[in-house]
């Protein structure tokens, strides 16, 4: 992610901070000490939101390492003014893994709260009054009843968040994994409008969490529905196979000739014998073409560490690895040919015309 620095690696995992949360930590001093409530408070604020983002770590810790007891690995965690975003490699497949995947984060605020909680019973004897109110509270209990809020608002059972996943996990224990997703997105959505209408009386920033949530609930489904329409289908049928290739030695005026010629932006490259060594993708070609002018070597700008995916292999496996990839494209091979292209926009077309096609979608 631009625009991100990492700041530790936690059990192999690296925990990027974004630009603007340095921003938003410019932002509580300013306006502290433009307020006029002097340092000790303006620092105090900001010493809560650290606090608050530690225990975001924390959560994002606990999906990533629930995810690692089922093998899936984390690339990195990344935290946001709005939150914490733990990329783990790949989903689980198994419902009940998504299940507690999607529970740990949550959890772990809750352990948090429940032991803050019962530290001030214990120093003060006095069950502890819970407030987000700064004024109403002490940082320990303004602390705690931060954690609570954050276990009760992820898991409200809507994508993105925990609950939604949660809730799809148990409908997938039941329901085949597409129409699980499709409810839990609806449930989503539908709760999405009841906070956008609750936010435009009470609070806009409840509008703007509806509009979150909104999104998050169709992204998913298409996801779902795009996975499930790319399942036991071989990558043949949906590779594009009019493309032209860039034969290696040549220069990159004739690479910008071909992108030119067509509509094609990334190109494999081809030895003599027909055997791929390379692939060239518009971007590479530009950046070459910006250092080394048009006589430039096409064999210099090209990357030659690639993936490939074999013909009879099936597309939804095909596909994730092309969104995992670093490459727009992935060359397909039959018997160690390029026999066509894998390219994201060809698989949503492909999507597309089933779905046209399919029986019941008409009238
Ligand atoms: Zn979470």
Redesign the pocket.
Known sequence: MSWAWRIATIAGIPINIHGTFAVLIIFLLVSGLAAGRGIASAVSSVLFILAIFVTIIL??L??ALTARRFGIKTRDITLLPI??L?RLERMPDVPRQELWV?L???AVNVVIAVGCYVLLLVATGIAPVLTLDPSAAGFLGRFTAVNFALAIF?MVPAFP??GGRALRAVLAERLDYTRATEIAASIGQGLALVFGLVGLFANPILVFIALFVWMGASSEATAAGMRAALTGIPVSRAMVTDYRTVPAGSRLRQAVELVLMGDQRDFPVVDYAGEIVGILTRDQLMSALSQQGPAGMVDEAMTTAFETVDAREMLDGAYLRLQQSSSPVLPVMDEGRVVGLLTAENVAEYVMIRGALAPGRRG
Do not use: F, I, L
């Open positions: 959560h994002e606990g999906h939150g914490g733990a999607a740990a984060g949550p992820n968040m925990d």
